[in-house]
Nanobody
Framework: QVQLVESGGGLVQAGGSLRLSCAAS????????MGWFRQAPGKEREFVAA????????YYANSVKGRFTISRDNAKNTVYLQMNSLKPDDTAVYYC??????????????????WGQGTQVTVSS
């Protein structure tokens, strides 16, 4: 069992930056690949970024590639999402997720087993 708690969301102007953190409980954090998803009002949850268990592989949605960076610190049981050059379209609730399947990382919500409660990110124009 893994419990995930996101933090770092808030209100920022377009062009600004935020860093989201996701703290995980449990001693097996390093065995999970991790992902970030987001959901805007009236829209489906969408994939943002993912990272393999050791950080050796990462993958990004085209909409955030070059602006967002996912990283993890297994010693701190934490995954991060650095978000730069934010746009109003990035406004959403951001969720982190942990997956334990026999794959390097996942880009679909069904590939993840545990979810955090979400943190709101609002980008003003």
């Amino acid at each position: 069992q893994v419990q995930l708690v996101e933090s770092g969301g808030g209100l920022v102007q377009a062009g600004g930056s935020l860093r989201l953190s996701c703290a995980a409980s449990g001693r097996t954090f390093s065995s999970y690949y991790m992902g970030w998803f987001r959901q805007a009002p009236g829209k489906e949850r969408e994939f943002v970024a993912a990272i393999s268990w050791n950080g050796g592989s990462t993958y990004y949605a085209n909409s955030v590639k070059g602006r967002f960076t996912i990283s993890r610190d297994n010693a701190k049981n934490t995954v991060y999402l650095q978000m730069n050059s934010l746009k109003p379209d990035d406004t959403a609730v951001y969720y982190c997720a942990a997956g334990g399947r026999m794959i390097s990382l996942g880009t679909g919500a069904r590939q993840y087993d545990y979810w955090g409660q979400g943190t709101q990110v609002t980008v003003s124009s």
